[in-house]
């Protein structure tokens, strides 16, 4: 950890807080909610050490990156996301035409837009957790969440201004990281109205004091509001993805699950991914792993087979 170089670079309108280590073809690294550059520290170590120069971000909202307005969700929607990185790419590699690109949860949504929008610029692509899924033209993800899972499913809790802030406050910033972050259901989040924050889960084995510490310090100085805007901003990325409806990736890609992930019992997921969909929309996807008893936040539960699972892949290219 203490051999990583932490800058700020001026990206996009923001000053984007960037944590690498290494020398060679970049790999960067793209986190996901409620995240940091951190949740890559096992990965950057690994890939660094073999040859590679990781780049892992806070992304816009998040940790020491700075400068998005956080009371307009409309500056957080995916083309700002994906407009951050390649200006960070353009700034760290201005002479690498291609790097590998590694995302997690809302980071694999990211690196998948980055993917479909600028195929020129990754030269590979290996997401966790969440598969690509194309615009359906009749829906944007808030309604379609509502519809499945009724008004109580996070998605759709966290559009309301100001709501989900005041329940992660009251339940205090250590209780949320640590129980999202420990979290081992195949079901998805809910926040019934008026129940306040209603987990309580044994901190996982892979999250240490130590790591706890940085994330709570760090959500303690930022609040939640950067990373739920995401979400908040889910109906104006399906209006602005309109152009790119039954588009997909076509870049080579490895997709990694846990077995216990709640995104992978969503309903049709499984057959999706492994029924033939998920490659019609990413033709050069090249392997799907499932990872028996893992859970949702797999980069860091189980970083040595990811880790493996990573260069395994990159050292084809």
Partial sequence: MEKIEHKQISVNGLRMHVAELGEGPVVLFVHGFPELWYAWRHQIAFVAARGYRAVAPDMRGYGETTGAPLDDPSKFTIMHLVGDLIALLDAVAPNEEKVFVVGHDWGAIVAWHLAMYRPDRVRALINLSVPFTPRNPQINAVESARQLYGDDHYIYRFQEPGYIEGVFEEAGTEEVVKNILSYRDTAPFYFPKGQGFNYSVDRAAWLTEQDLDYYVTKFEKTGFTGGVNYY??????????????????????????????????????????????????????????????????????????????????????
Wanted: net charge negative; proline share 5%.
């Fill in 232 to 317: 908040r901003a889910l109906a104006l990325d399906w209006e602005l993805n309109a152009p790119w409806s039954g588009g997909g990736v076509t870049v080579p890609t490895k997709f990694i699950v846990g077995e216990l992930d709640f995104i992978y019992h969503s309903p049709g997921a499984q057959d999706y991914i492994h029924g033939g969909g998920f490659k019609q929309f990413v033709p050069l996807l090249e392997d799907v792993v499932v990872l028996q008893g893992a859970a949702h936040f797999i980069s860091e539960e189980r970083h040595d087979e990811i880790n493996q699972h990573i260069y395994a892949f990159i050292t084809q290219f």
